[in-house]
């Protein structure tokens, strides 16, 4: 094949990839209700696809892998079209629960509940940054983590019924409380990936909750070239702001090195090539894909043909329970054994859904295993959204925390299952600290005034 064939391809499969955005979110906000899950993982899929195979349109320079990276987003994109339709296929075979009533106050403007969005967010703030201790432990670190992540539903809610409803001075706090989290990441740990995922996925909501069909594609796209531009600030400063947190430094020289971001900022440009090469590094996963691709079909590696997808399921016994479990969380062996590729060793290599889905069955593992992980997505996102829609607090819960956790489209197997089945044991939790929480308010407003004074 040309050169002009790999630019084609890539540019067809650029553009059903973002045709399947716009789909999915047309299908979630026609067919409600949804708290935008899965355009959450859309969105967070093609991001680590979509940048990496744009740069070689942009710039010639940026062909020498040229070919991978066009077998890498035509996979991605076949993974798209199938995702789209597993979630549309469980929101069809969900539409018998939507009850008049329940559509009728899902459409006036939402349930207002605000002692339930502060015990999510302070209850998962209290897991996220109070008890970090715990994540040393076997199983229980893991059940803490992806717990936290309940804030995130508190936000959602909370941002979603203040946007709707014009309230703009809770909008603001919310927001406030949403940027939280992304910053006490970067300040301790310097990482931005981490807290732009979570931030991400609370503020997908608005995609399908704000009004106007056009306007919110308009904010799409707005909100696209921002955080482009916020990578392209990002990238040249990391190594430094790693280089404060890592090594210890005080608070003072970590904001400082994190405020080059915005002191020197400077807007996406597709001209400049520092920008292209940032993006050809960190957000082309498509490269990792086409080059095991081209392992595979030259017999160099063997198809794993399960191999993962076993040790995921494994990954469900807890090892509190089994000390000597051989299966760990982490990318990089794969990726290098699938590649070739010798990694650095302090550098993150995530195997991503799209190729771990190829390197164990090919096209077909691509075909459907997209179309469970989208049917997986669709239900439970439904399904939260319907119990949240009623104020079934407890049930949106235990369908949000897992779905949640099943939104790592560069993360193993290993880590969405054991990650997904750490959050439903969470949401068990949470569920039973609202209901005691719900009950002990009950009775303090029902107790006589002064029967609470003798108290």
């Known amino acids: 094949m040309t050169f002009n064939d790999y630019l084609l391809i890539c540019e067809v499969s650029i553009a059903v990839c973002m045709a399947g955005l716009f789909v999915l979110l047309f299908l979630l906000r026609r067919n409600g209700p949804s708290l935008a899950l899965p355009f959450a993982y859309l969105s967070l899929l093609l991001l680590n696809h979509v940048p990496g195979a744009f740069a070689p349109i942009m710039d010639a320079d940026f062909h020498p892998h040229l070919s991978q990276v066009s077998e890498g ?3 991605t994109a076949v993974g798209v079209a199938c995702f789209v339709i597993g979630v549309w296929y469980a929101r069809v075979r969900t539409q018998e629960q939507r009850l008049a009533p329940q559509v009728s106050s899902h459409l006036a403007g939402f349930r207002e509940d605000r002692t339930f969005w502060f015990f999510c967010l302070l209850g998962g703030w209290l897991f996220t940054f109070g008890l970090t201790p715990l994540r040393n432990l076997p199983s229980v670190g893991a059940v803490v983590y992806n717990g936290g992540a309940v804030w995130m539903l508190g936000v959602l809610l909370a941002l979603r019924w203040s946007v709707h409803n014009k309230k703009h001075l809770w909008t603001t706090f919310w927001m406030i409380c949403l940027t939280i989290y992304p910053a006490m990441i970067l300040v301790t740990a310097g990482f931005l990936s981490y807290g732009t995922t979570a931030s991400l996925i609370v503020v997908c909501v608005l995609a399908v909750a704000a009004r106007g069909y056009w306007r919110v594609m308009i904010a799409i796209g707005l909100v696209g070239y921002m955080g482009l531009s916020l990578f ?28 080059e971001i915005f002191t020197e900022w400077k807007f996406f440009d597709s001209s400049d090539k520092l920008v292209l090469a940032g993006l050809d590094l960190r957000l082309n996963q498509n490269y990792f894909v086409g080059l095991a691709s081209e392992n595979l079909a030259n017999n160099s590696v063997e198809y794993l043909r399960g191999s993962s997808v076993t040790d995921a399921i494994l990954s469900v016994v807890p090892r509190a329970i089994w000390p000597n479990k051989t299966v760990f969380g982490g990318s990089p062996e794969i990726v290098a054994k699938m590649t070739g590729l010798v990694l650095q060793p302090d550098t993150s290599f995530g195997v991503g859904n799209v190729m771990e889905f190829y390197i164990n069955f090919g096209l077909a593992g691509v075909v459907i295993g997209f179309l469970l992980l989208g049917w997986a997505l669709g239900r439970f996102d439904h399904r939260a959204a319907l119990a949240e829609d009623r104020g079934d607090h407890v049930v949106a819960m235990r369908f949000f925390l897992p779905a949640v956790a099943l939104i790592q489209p560069i993360g193993s197997l290993v880590e969405v299952v054991g990650s997904a089945s750490s959050a439903w044991i969470a949401a068990y939790f949470w569920a039973w600290a609202w209901r005691r929480w719900s009950e002990r308010n009950a009775q303090v407003q029902s107790a006589p005034a002064t029967e609470i004074f003798a108290k």
């Open 73 to 75: 987003i035509w996979l």
């Open 232 to 259: 392209s600030n990002y990238f040249p400063a990391r190594d430094r702001i790693r280089e404060a947190v890592w090594r210890g430094a005080t608070i003072e020289r970590r904001i400082n090195a994190i405020s």
